[in-house]
């Protein structure tokens, strides 16, 4: 139950293309939803998060989709561009946004090709 | 954004050396902090969680007294992996949580242990 699943292991997209990463959770308490950009030889870099009573939120580049009833929430990158290219963590956990241990995804690889 | 130091960034040493890193919230005052493995090509392990002042909890499966850890101040928290071995290389990450509830975890830029 503590589990989050994340898919795919790895994804190559066409520069301009759109990155679509996917995670799902069972535990229903966890209420922050974080994604973490990763690359080689350094530590994770917060990209975007999210509550469960908000549905879509976008920085830039970066949407999370948030399906509550699913219990699944999504990272879309639009306009994927070569710099992109690192692994992504989705994250969940419960009571605040950093008290209490995150439930880190398996990753995924993403490689945006020139 | 906030800033969280890792210091050292690498380290080669001879297996039975102990081997300190540091973790340092620069501008945010860290009431808990995270100690994390990772290994190539695969996720983040939580090895602990420290608390300022308290005695810092171990997940299921990490030695205590193999991997100390103390989080003596709000912007400091070490980890020392003692008599190390080959074994116990890896790629060790910190992150660090302030004492606002809704914000999140800053990570840390590693340390590479290699034990020769």
């Known amino acids: 139950q503590q589990q989050v699943k994340q898919s795919p292991q790895s994804l190559i997209v066409q520069k301009g293309g759109i990155s679509i990463i996917n995670c799902a959770y069972e535990n229903t308490a966890f209420d922050y939803f974080p994604w973490y950009q990763q690359f080689p030889g350094k530590g994770p870099a917060l990209l975007i998060a999210?509550?469960?009573?908000?549905s879509e939120k976008k920085e830039g580049r970066f949407t999370i989709s948030f399906n509550k009833s699913a219990k699944q929430f999504s990272l879309h990158i639009m306009d994927s561009q070569p710099g992109d290219s690192a692994t992504y963590f989705c994250a969940a956990t419960s009571g605040g946004a950093g008290t209490y241990k995150y439930i880190f995804g398996t990753g995924t690889r993403l490689k945006v090709l020139a | 954004g906030a800033v969280v130091s890792q210091h050292p960034s690498w380290v080669i040493c001879k297996s039975g050396t102990s081997v300190k890193i540091e973790c340092r919230s620069l501008d945010f005052q860290a009431t808990t902090m995270f100690w994390y493995r990772q290994f190539p090509k695969q996720s983040l392990m939580l090895m602990a969680t420290?608390?300022?002042?308290?005695?810092?909890?171990?997940e299921q499966g990490v030695e205590k007294d193999k991997f100390l850890i103390n989080h003596a101040s709000l912007t400091l928290s070490t980890l020392t992996v003692t008599s190390a071995h080959p074994e116990d290389s890896s790629f060790y990450i910190c992150?660090?949580?302030?004492?606002?509830?809704?914000?999140?975890?800053?990570f840390g830029d590693g340390t590479r242990l290699s034990i020769l």
């Open positions: 999210i509550r469960p009573d908000v």
């Open positions: 992150s660090a949580a302030g004492t606002v509830s809704n914000q999140p975890q800053h």
């Open positions: 420290s608390n300022e002042g308290s005695k810092a909890t171990y």
